[in-house]
């Protein structure tokens, strides 16, 4: 069992996020040529009561910077997508989030960035000792000519070069801007991409000014634990357990479950995962199980140790299937109304179920560094107890899915504190 290297700031203990895809929330223009500056971003702001209400603590945001067309592909990280809006709207929506009491986490893409950002372009014009020319991974002895290597063989992505100091320096200026604009931390978009030694070079930099600042690297596979031990981030995307918990219910096999916690309790004995069942870049989780599985799924995910987040839409049981081709992301980053009041009320249960969970969440905030322990398995009953680190507490927490997908949980006096409805 690994020890703990990092030191994660004392705030994330209380931390569930609200994760949302702006401009596609906002109703921003994705693949068009229609770059009129529009202050999308403010009508952010009219959904922030909604997600206190939910019970989150921050809002996770997808790009917002300028960029070709879905935000990864920047253009420029020091300038508010003109899709959105400018920086007076990003100043209102952070003051409005203040207000609340609500964190900021931006989503800070700096394995790769657009093909047409100007400083790459600016670096193939100028060649190998120009100004720009070690801020890109660039084959400047190919065939031919100059060709920029891509991020995972996307030729609209062009990657940085990891090993330069100008990509360093980049990557801790752009940080430290929006740090010094009131956001709270960054989710480090693809860092598994990145060697851990780039960002051992940035993250200290960072830290030395904003020591509060949380980092949440981007891992899907690969050893979580020695990532953040090497790269000094503070948590990683636990994708392991995603998979785990929507393919075991949607299987009927609660043994994979079973062993992929025995591996979460491992994670946490170094470090916090972020944990969640949606996310961007996924099938829904109403999608994958039904609108009963998905709220199984959600008890799972709120009983289990980590900084968990909700996908925006998951708690309206929004459904929508990701596809492997051109705009195949679209269904899972749909447009929402201006305000709350617009949504539909058919997904009342589901809604609810979110907020006694969540509820039920900020109540035991030991959950955060919770581990578990198997009391009862077999492929369709999974009886499992979350103990506090300092065994001070524990719930009790029965998945069935003998019939319709279920999730009673009980707590250390036997008494049910919660239960799961049909939908």
Avoid at 8 to 22: Q, S
Avoid at 64 to 70: C, E, G, L, M, P
Avoid at 185 to 206: C, E, H, K, M, N
Avoid at 227 to 239: H, I, L, N, R, W
Wanted: aromatic residues 10%; glycine residues 8%.
């Amino acid at each position: 069992m690994t020890q703990k290297t990092t030191m994660t700031p004392n705030w994330t203990e209380h931390a569930i996020w609200w994760h949302v895809y702006p401009l596609g929330f906002c109703g921003a223009p994705i693949r068009d040529a229609d770059m009129t500056p529009v202050p999308r971003l403010r009508r952010l702001i009219n959904w922030l009561d909604y997600a206190v209400k939910l019970g989150a603590s921050g809002l996770l945001l997808g790009p917002i910077f300028a960029s070709q067309s879905h935000g990864y592909d920047s253009l420029d990280q020091f300038r508010i997508d003109p899709r959105l809006g400018s920086d007076a709207d990003f100043d209102a929506f952070v003051a409005a989030c203040k207000e609340r009491g609500l964190r900021i986490l931006l989503d800070g893409v700096f394995s790769h960035v657009g093909a047409q950002h100007p400083d790459v372009l600016r670096a193939l014009a100028e060649g190998p000792n120009g100004l720009k020319a070690g801020l890109f991974d660039i084959d400047w002895n190919a065939p031919g000519g100059a060709v920029p290597r891509v991020f995972e063989g996307h030729s609209s992505l062009v990657r940085l070069n990891h090993a330069s100091d100008q990509a360093a320096e980049y990557t801790t200026q752009v940080m430290n801007h929006w740090l010094a604009r009131g956001i709270d931390g960054w989710r480090l978009d693809a860092a598994y991409s990145v060697s851990t030694g780039f960002w051992a070079r940035v993250i200290p930099q960072v830290r030395q000014q904003y020591p509060d600042a949380w980092l949440l690297g981007e891992m899907i596979h690969g050893d979580y634990s020695r990532f953040v031990a090497e790269s000094g981030v503070d948590s990683v995307t636990q994708y392991e357990l995603w998979k785990a918990i929507w393919s075991s219910l949607k299987d009927r096999n609660l043994f994979e479950l079973d062993w992929t916690l025995t591996r979460h309790n491992d994670f946490l004995a170094s470090f916090t995962p972020n944990t969640f069942i949606g996310n961007h870049d996924v099938t829904r989780i109403a999608s994958a199980l039904g609108p009963d599985g998905a709220v199984t799924a959600l008890a799972i995910l709120l009983t289990l140790g980590g900084i968990p987040s909700i996908y925006y839409g998951d708690e309206q049981g929004l459904t929508g299937i990701k596809e492997q081709r051109l705009g195949g992301d679209d269904a899972v980053r749909p447009e929402f109304p201006e305000t709350p009041g617009e949504l539909s009320v058919q997904a009342q249960t589901i809604y609810r179920a979110h907020q006694d969970l969540i509820g039920l969440r900020r109540r035991n905030p030991w959950l955060t560094t919770a581990t578990t322990t198997k009391l009862h398995l077999d492929n369709k009953r999974y009886h499992y107890r979350s103990t506090a680190a300092d065994a001070s507490a524990h719930l009790d927490v029965d998945i069935d899915l003998t019939t319709v997908p279920s999730a009673t949980i009980t707590d250390a006096s036997g008494q049910i504190v919660w239960r799961q409805k049909r939908t």
